[in-house]
Structures are given as structure tokens and as C-alpha cells.
């Protein structure tokens, strides 16, 4: 077999090894389905005491191919494929003697179903080892029995919360939650694996209450999830999650048990645009992880110069990546902020005391600035001023040594006007992350005509060490994200200087599909940065400095500044703004809301500011959070074409 092996040890254990060939990482396609059932046959017929089921890979199982979705034809083809699987994975759980499933790194969607089938789970402790259901972010569900298996495992509870938000869960929690029946260090793993499956101990009861929420009162589960469901998403735009919790409800997770039901069928949701769109955002996402594929550069040492929200969040993403930092200032009282902050973005993303000390460890505070002659990139996040930031890369291009990469995380200066005193501007990039830092992927790589291609290579190769998305733009006004935001967020403010409500546009944008609407947004980003970016793009515009909208010059004359400050446009009670009920509106002010926005986007394609249009649409979701089922905003133009 290409993709499969399996050997007996002199205990009678049968191993079973997954080792997808010419690929990095084993996923489930319909040829591996195929001859996964046929070892199970054949380690069947030899009658072993036990089988145990492990990956040849860095990680056990991604999930199913997601290119075998692009190859159905229809949505019979689809089912098909589900039928595969869920017969394969039954055979599995049917097996006469113990299975185990020895899981090292990511398990996820099908290697999920798969772990699920066997009777015991032995995990890796290592924060590379998670558990999770993604599908739902494709628009479609763990139909090899995810949904059938997880509830009567876990409590229908957790259950529902991993299938319906696609988060993972490290082993300690997945231990904790009794998803997991042993977790490991690596040198006992194996071993631990033998030891389980030959002492076949009694599997784990769930207590009363979940079993009875599984029965009589499962009705209560689905609709409190719904209720949650309900506050992120429209059925209309993401029919996904609510197909689970019918599929569940109705027919306890099984897809076959009436696959024409149209509230919760494999069908509908491969004919469903969303499901597409979605299956195109993964390879979107895909392509711009694969944009420094082959850079030979890794950071060991990143120096940061400014410890404001920005700069703070910056170096301790990278410190949380695994990379020292030199965190720089004027004084010491205002690294503090940043290194609190820090504490508490290791506690909750770590959850583990030694993790979060060693991640400390390499954060650290620098004031004189002596960091940056180590670094191998050195990224400056000091306030919008030109001026100050040629001061600053004066002193920081003579202390950088050879082949560092110098960078500014600057948000509205031509990266050649910052260069423009250089004694070599090739080394210049631009690396601009977008607030919060934590939570947004996308990351834009700026290139000025004088950049060498080597140091914008270098600075990708960096965003995705510490996992973010890079994003290669032209030094050009905005760049991309807030080029198109600007006339999108000032036709905003332009309706509310005529007198609409602000709840008014934020509900008409977040129907359209945002994640929040324009009015919200500037306060989040702060309305200050917002008068100043828009200030900076209206001089370097063709058009003229047009005129600030007058409600956003009041509200920063006053220091209300947004969520940052606890007022804005709104007022804010524990980060979350209060809202009153918003006005009438219909599809003319969606309409109207977001025309400035696609008519942007259409300029900066003309333009050659991003290589591509697909690179374009990747860059407004993850950058803007443009509705992603609709699939970027070039993509939703030309869906409105056709129509």
C-alpha cells in the first residue's frame, strides 16, 4: 500500500502506521480511505491482541483532504466520499480487541473521527498536540460519526463547543475533559500506547446529569448552543453549525438516518455558496503561508523599539513564538504596561506556569537599546511621525549588524520617505500588523522600489514563524487594509455627521456579513489613529484633503478616543460597547455602506498595489474581516455580475 503499514510485535499488538506519500502531513483521501479499510481487514483476520494506530509524520492526522473537495462534481459525490469514511471508521470501532490511537501533534476533523473510533486515546504532552474540529470553518461538519461519537464521549456540552466554533484544545484540557486517557512525554509514548491497549482497562462512565443530557434533555443543549450560535452567525450565512445541532437533535449525528432532510444534509451543505467560499478561503490562507515557502531565515533575536499596545503586543507574540526579544523604550515606566500585558496574554494562551515563565524569560525590558546590534530583525513601532522615525533608524541602521532586517510597523507613511536618509534603503521593509495583535493574522510585507527582494523574503519567512499571514504590498498610501477602509469608514462617519445612528450602520454592515460594523471599528482602532490615518491618506491622495468628519474632530478634541478610553462613538463597560436599538434601514444602506469599499478594492487590482486578485481578497477578509462567506470582496463583486 502507498499510504499505510502495519506490523505485529512479539506481544501480539498490531501497529498500524499512517505515512501519506509525498506529503508533509497525512490527510484522508479517498485512496488512503480505501486502504485504511483494507488493513483493518487484513490486521482483522490475524486475530492480534490489540491494534494500535500511529503516524509516521511530525503530527498524527490533519483531516480530510481538502483538495478532494474541489474535485466533486456534485453533491452526490460528496456524500459519497462521507459514506466512505463513516463506513470505514465504523469498521474500525467494530473491531473485536482494543484499539488505540497514538497521537503525536495536530488530530485534526477526520483524525479526530479516527481517534474517536478507537476505544483509548494516548496523547503526546506537547503544545503542539491538539484536538479540533474544523470543519465547521469549511462550512461543513465531522460527518464520519464527529457528531454521532464526540457528545456520548465528552458530555454534549463540550462537545458542541469544539464542533461549533472550530477552537482546539491542548492535551492537558483534552485530559481534564476525559477526551484523552493518558498524556505523555515523548520517551513513554509508545510504551504508555502498549501498556493501555494490552491492560484494556473499563472505559470512563459519563455521570447522570450528561446522560441525561443526552436523552430526555437534550433539547435544552441544542437550544442554549443556538442561542450562542445565533450571536455570531446568521443560518442564512453560515447554515454549518445549525446543520450540526439539527443533525444531532434530530438523528443523533447520523447523516444517513435521512440525508434528504434540507435542515441538516451533506447535500445542501456542499451546495451551499458559503461552503464554497469557505473551501476557497483555506486555499487562499494555503497560498500565503506558501509565500515564504523555501526562505532559508529564522529569527532568534527580535528587537522592538516602542512598548505601546502595538509594539508591546508585537514582541510578545514573538516571545510567545519561541524568539527573544529586546522590548525598548525611553524609560522603564513604560515598558511595564507592555510587560503586564504580556503576563497576561502567556497566561491565557499558555495555561501552563513553566511555559508562560520561559516565554517571560525571553521577553525583555531595554532601554538603552543595546538589542538591537544582536537582532536579526529589528522592527520599529514608535508614534506616526516622520521625522521621529528617520531619528530613530539613523541610530538603528549603524547598530543593526549586516543582514539584519529593518522594519517599521508604520500604518500611513510612504516607507521611502522613512528610508529617504538610509545609507543603504534596500534594507527597508515595511512589516505592518493590525490591532490586536494577538487575534489578527494578516500581516502586511511593504516593498519601496529600492527594497531588495531579499529583505522583503526575509521579513515573510519571519511573519510566519510567528505564525501570522504575510501579505505583499507596494509602498503606497494605506497599502491595502487601510486604503480600502478609509473611504469605507469615512462614507460612515459622513452619515453620522448627516444625523443616522451609529447602532443604525453598525446593524446594516453586520447583517452585509462583518465581523463588526465601521462605526464600532474605529473605536476599537481608536479614533485618534483613525483621524490621523485618514489626515495622511488624504494628503498623498489625488483628490484633494477633503474636509474631517466633524463628529470624529469633536470626539477627539474631547479625549474620547473609543474602547481604549471607555468612550467613543460609544460608551464602553468592560470592553463592550453599550448600544441602544438601532433604526429602520434596507438593502440601499448596505448598499451605500459598502460601495466605497468594493470601488477601493477595484483600484488597488488596477493599481498593482498586491500581485493578485486572490491575494487581494485574502488580505480585506483576514486584514478587515470582510464577510468570508462571501469570499473577498473581488469575489462578491463578481458573484454580483453574474447574478
Not at 119 to 131: G, H, I, N, S
Not at 495 to 503: A, F, R, S, T
Request: glycine share 8%; aromatic share 8%.
Amino acid at each position: 500500500m502507498k499510504h499505510w503499514r502495519w506490523e505485529k510485535d512479539p506481544q501480539g499488538l498490531a501497529w498500524l502506521t499512517f505515512d501519506k506519500q509525498g506529503e508533509s502531513a497525512n490527510t484522508f483521501s479517498r485512496e488512503a480511505l480505501e486502504e485504511l479499510s483494507l488493513s483493518i481487514n487484513e490486521i482483522n483476520q490475524t486475530a492480534p491482541k490489540g491494534l494500535i494506530i500511529r503516524s509516521a509524520k511530525d503530527s498524527f492526522i490533519a483531516g480530510a483532504d481538502v483538495e478532494e473537495f474541489t474535485r466533486f462534481k456534485s453533491p452526490e459525490e460528496a456524500l459519497s466520499f462521507v459514506r466512505l469514511g463513516w463506513d470505514v471508521f465504523q469498521k474500525l470501532r467494530d473491531l473485536p480487541f482494543p484499539t488505540t490511537a497514538m497521537v503525536n501533534g495536530y488530530c485534526m476533523g477526520g483524525g479526530f473521527e479516527l481517534s474517536l473510533a478507537c476505544r483509548y486515546r494516548v496523547a503526546l504532552d506537547d503544545p503542539k498536540t491538539r484536538f479540533a474540529f474544523p470543519e465547521v470553518m469549511l462550512g461543513i461538519m465531522p460527518a464520519w460519526h464527529g457528531v454521532q461519537w464526540l457528545p456520548k464521549l465528552v458530555g454534549p456540552a463540550a462537545a458542541m463547543d469544539l464542533m461549533l466554533t472550530g477552537k482546539s484544545v491542548d492535551t492537558k484540557r483534552a485530559k481534564r475533559m476525559g477526551l484523552v486517557d493518558q498524556a505523555v512525554p515523548l520517551r513513554i509514548l509508545e510504551n504508555t500506547a502498549r501498556m493501555v491497549t494490552l491492560e484494556a482497562p473499563a472505559s470512563k462512565v459519563l455521570g447522570v446529569v450528561q446522560r441525561m443530557l443526552l436523552g430526555p434533555f437534550r433539547s435544552i443543549v441544542v437550544n442554549q448552543a443556538r442561542k450562542q450560535v445565533a450571536k455570531k452567525a446568521r443560518r442564512e450565512h453560515y447554515p454549518a453549525p445549525y446543520a450540526i445541532l439539527d443533525l444531532w437533535r434530530k438523528y443523533d449525528g447520523d447523516p444517513f438516518a435521512n440525508p434528504s432532510d434540507p435542515s441538516c444534509s451533506i447535500n445542501m451543505l456542499f451546495d451551499h455558496p458559503t461552503t464554497q467560499n469557505l473551501i476557497r478561503i483555506f486555499f487562499l490562507q494555503e497560498k500565503m503561508k506558501g509565500l515564504a515557502k523555501g526562505v532559508d531565515f529564522k529569527a532568534q533575536h527580535v528587537h522592538v523599539v516602542g512598548a505601546g499596545v502595538m509594539g508591546g503586543d508585537i514582541a510578545a507574540i514573538c516571545a510567545m513564538r519561541g524568539i527573544t526579544v529586546t522590548l525598548q523604550d525611553t524609560a522603564p515606566e513604560r515598558l511595564a504596561p507592555a510587560v503586564k500585558r504580556a503576563a497576561k496574554l502567556f497566561a491565557r494562551r499558555l495555561r501552563d506556569k513553566r511555559r508562560e515563565r520561559d516565554a517571560m524569560d525571553r521577553l525583555i525590558p531595554d532601554v538603552s537599546g543595546a538589542g538591537a546590534a544582536k537582532a536579526d530583525v529589528i522592527i520599529e513601532a514608535i508614534f506616526e511621525n516622520l521625522e521621529a522615525k528617520q531619528q530613530l533608524f539613523a541610530k538603528l541602521e549603524a547598530a543593526a549588524k549586516p543582514g539584519a532586517v529593518l522594519a517599521s510597523n508604520t500604518s500611513s507613511l510612504k516607507l521611502a520617505d522613512i528610508a529617504a536618509k538610509f545609507k543603504d534603503p534596500s534594507r527597508m521593509v515595511g512589516i505592518h500588523f493590525f490591532n490586536p495583535v494577538p487575534q489578527m493574522m494578516l500581516v502586511e510585507i511593504i516593498s519601496s522600489e529600492k527594497t531588495k527582494k531579499e529583505f522583503a523574503s526575509n521579513a515573510m519567512a519571519f511573519v510566519r514563524q510567528i505564525d501570522k499571514l504575510p501579505l505583499p504590498v507596494k509602498d503606497s498610501p494605506g497599502f491595502l487594509v487601510n486604503r480600502v477602509l478609509g473611504p469605507y469608514m469615512q462614507n460612515a462617519f459622513r452619515m453620522l455627521d448627516e444625523g443616522m445612528k451609529p447602532e443604525t450602520i453598525d446593524a446594516a454592515m453586520e447583517e452585509f456579513g462583518m465581523p463588526m460594523g465601521p462605526i464600532e471599528l474605529a473605536d476599537t482602532v481608536g479614533l485618534d489613529i483613525c483621524l490621523h490615518a485618514g489626515k495622511e491618506l488624504a494628503k498623498k491622495g489625488s483628490g484633494g484633503e477633503p474636509e474631517a468628519p466633524q463628529v470624529l474632530l469633536n470626539k477627539v478634541a474631547l479625549g474620547q478616543l473609543g474602547r481604549k478610553t471607555g468612550q467613543g462613538i460609544y460608551r464602553y463597560e468592560k470592553g463592550k460597547p453599550v448600544k441602544g436599538q438601532p433604526g429602520a434601514y434596507n438593502q440601499d444602506l448596505i448598499q451605500s455602506l459598502i460601495q466605497p469599499y468594493v470601488e477601493e478594492t477595484k483600484a488597488v487590482l488596477a493599481e498593482g498595489i498586491v500581485p493578485d486578485a486572490e491575494l487581494i481578497d485574502a488580505g480585506l477578509i483576514f486584514g478587515t474581516g470582510f464577510a468570508p462567506f462571501r469570499g473577498g470582496p473581488l469575489n462578491y463583486l463578481a458573484g454580483q455580475k453574474k447574478k
